[in-house]
């Protein structure tokens, strides 16, 4: 590890490799984030409707998707927009991974809804607006389900890692890390996707970290080439928007795939994941000779 990475991120050593320490899987029903398999997460931007959420949970799990992202608590820009379902969106996502198997990601978005989502989730999502609301910080990572931590859209990467290290040291190593793109002058796209940031994190750090190519771009046109960007940075998976008529859906509806576009985002990943099982291989061939 360069020398100076220590010295930049000296506040947060739980989330640094050690000797012993070169990678966390987190396990969820039978899924392993940051393990062999690439991950990849996929279901909507918001919980609408049951058709909504099961047909496309059940189009996700065909195409190779292994967990359902939904949103039943929304954090909208505009307080005048739909804010999700809440308790009737956590049980449809239950409906959906009864039906599919898939294991359920969401957002939890106040401390006081945290034991309602553990009630439901296999994965409790901290959205980007909330990556430094410390005391939901504390009450997720106790609550003892694993946390999908994104990325606060002005959060620097020693931002990022030192919210990552209150969730450890509160007793949670169940941490799967994920960028969104960041705030930058660019405005051509919704937000600016920081791929180094994967590159620094996978070097750096043992804990899983996953792209989100749809908050990234923030125009579905782009969301496949910059998925095929993120297996290449060695992300562990994606997290991916997907409706089954994306310009109907009730939010971020542009950068939605549908499920022809999600369907050719899988097959334009196959030739990136297979490279990086090889690379993995021959990784692990060139540990065991020493
Ligand atoms: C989401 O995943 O729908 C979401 C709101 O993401 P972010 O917190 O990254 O904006
Ligand atoms: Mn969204």
């Not at 954090?75 to 991974?97: D, H, K, M, N």
């Not at 990601?105 to 990556?131: C, F, K």
């Not at 405005?187 to 620094?200: C, E, K, Y």
Request: hydrophobic share 45%.
């Amino acid at each position: 590890m360069h020398a100076s990475w220590h010295d930049c991120f000296a506040d947060c050593p739980g989330v640094l490799k050690t000797a012993e320490r070169q990678q966390t899987v987190v396990r969820v029903r039978d899924v392993e984030i940051g393990g062999e398999t690439f991950v990849t997460m996929a279901g909507p931007c918001s919980v609408e409707t049951e058709s909504q959420l099961l047909a496309t949970a059940h189009h996700v799990r065909r195409a190779g998707a292994s967990i359902l992202r939904g949103g039943a608590f929304k954090p909208r820009s505009s307080p005048y927009s739909f804010q999700g379902l809440g308790r009737e969106g956590l049980e449809l996502l239950a409906q959906a991974r009864e039906e599919t198997g898939l294991a359920i990601v969401t957002e939890v978005m106040s401390e006081d809804d945290v034991p309602l989502v553990a009630a439901y989730a296999d994965i409790l999502q901290i959205g980007s607006r909330n990556m430094e609301n410390y005391t939901l910080l504390e009450a997720a990572a106790r609550c003892g389900r694993p946390i999908l931590l994104k990325r606060g859209m002005v959060a620097t990467i020693a931002d990022f890692l030192r919210s990552a290290e209150c969730v450890l040291a509160n007793g949670n190593p169940n941490l799967i890390l994920c960028e969104r793109g960041i705030r930058t002058f660019e405005t051509a796209v919704r937000n600016t996707f920081d791929v180094a940031a994967i590159a620094l994190i996978k070097q750096i750090s043992h804990l899983p970290i996953i792209a989100d190519p749809s908050h990234a771009a923030g125009r579905r046109e782009l969301v496949p080439a910059l998925a095929r960007i993120a297996v290449a940075a060695e992300a562990d998976g994606l997290i991916v928007e997907v409706h089954p008529n994306p310009d109907k859906a009730w939010s971020d509806g542009e950068q939605t795939l549908d499920f022809a576009g999600f369907d050719g985002m899988m097959r334009s990943l196959e030739p990136y994941t297979a490279l990086r099982a090889d690379a993995r291989r021959k990784g692990a061939l060139m540990e065991a000779v020493g």
